[in-house]
């Protein structure tokens, strides 16, 4: 079994940076076409992991839409849809959310050690709790995630979720969606937060793809191994 998964990070930001404002709902960055993709990268994937933060502010379904993409799934003995993952600091989770409530698969939520046992009782039932460490420890989670079958996770956000991953130095391959215009709002929810961030000047990602899909564009980024020499770097926690 491999030490942890391969680490595919997808984003949608606008211009300037932003991945939503803060009017109610989500800020439609991408089209139907690119939707389609990401549904596509979604069914090549064994799970699919996001923040608790994103996951009460956006609701996500975090589901394989495309019936052909379930039934394919579904002849190579693999549930229609990847399991889902999230990470969470203080485990206050609605178990009523669509993040439990759709798509028959296990649920998986990995809590910061304190917030464990509370997040068991609250999410009894609709999820498995794991208590991952305080603070929590993303090479053990990634760890536990590989243990459990897990070859190929999908990184969907938020901020504080890009930012781990990006400044601990676990993502092989970025997808970068550029919407056409900004947002312009300081408040508003960036695509990474301050950080010493693996991929400096001295480690550029490798650009693999450069793709126009309808009004935006995706950049695909691969991930050059790190330079044996070069310590982790700190990480930012989902404090939400």
């Given amino acids: 079994m491999a030490e942890r998964p391969y680490v595919l990070l997808s984003a949608a930001m606008s211009i300037d940076g932003f991945i939503d404002d803060r009017a109610s709902g989500p800020l439609a960055l ?16 064994d799970a699919i992991l996001v923040g608790a933060g994103t996951v009460r ?7 394989v839409r495309s019936p ?10 693999l549930p229609e849809t990847p399991r889902k993952v999230t990470l969470t600091a ?50 053990g989670v990634l760890a536990d995630l590989a243990g459990r079958g897990v070859g190929r996770l999908m990184v ?6 890009h930012t781990l991953f990006l400044t601990a130095g676990l993502v092989d ?32 990602l490798r650009l693999a793809e450069a793709r126009p899909i309808g009004d935006v564009v995706l950049l695909r980024y ?12 700190g990480a930012a926690q989902d404090a939400r």
């Fill in 90 to 139: 203080g485990g206050d989770l609605d178990p009523g959310r669509r993040f439990f409530t759709l798509g028959d698969v296990e649920k998986l939520v990995y809590a910061r050690g304190p917030a464990a046992p509370a997040a068991r009782e609250r999410l009894a039932g609709v999820a498995t709790v794991v208590d991952a460490g305080d603070p929590i420890d993303l090479p």
């Fill in 68 to 77: 052909e993409r379930r039934a394919a799934r579904a002849r190579r003995g």
């Fill in 173 to 204: 391959e970025l997808h970068l969606v550029v919407a056409p215009f900004f947002v312009g709002d300081p408040a508003a929810p960036r695509f990474v937060g301050a950080g010493a961030f693996r991929y400096g000047p001295q480690d550029r």
């Fill in 222 to 233: 691969l991930v050059p191994p790190a330079a044996p020499d070069r310590p982790a770097a």
């Fill in 156 to 161: 969907e956000g938020g901020t504080a979720v």
């Fill in 30 to 45: 991408s089209n139907a076409a690119d939707f389609d993709r990401v549904d596509e990268v979604r069914a090549g994937c």
């Fill in 57 to 63: 502010a956006d609701d996500p379904r975090l589901v």
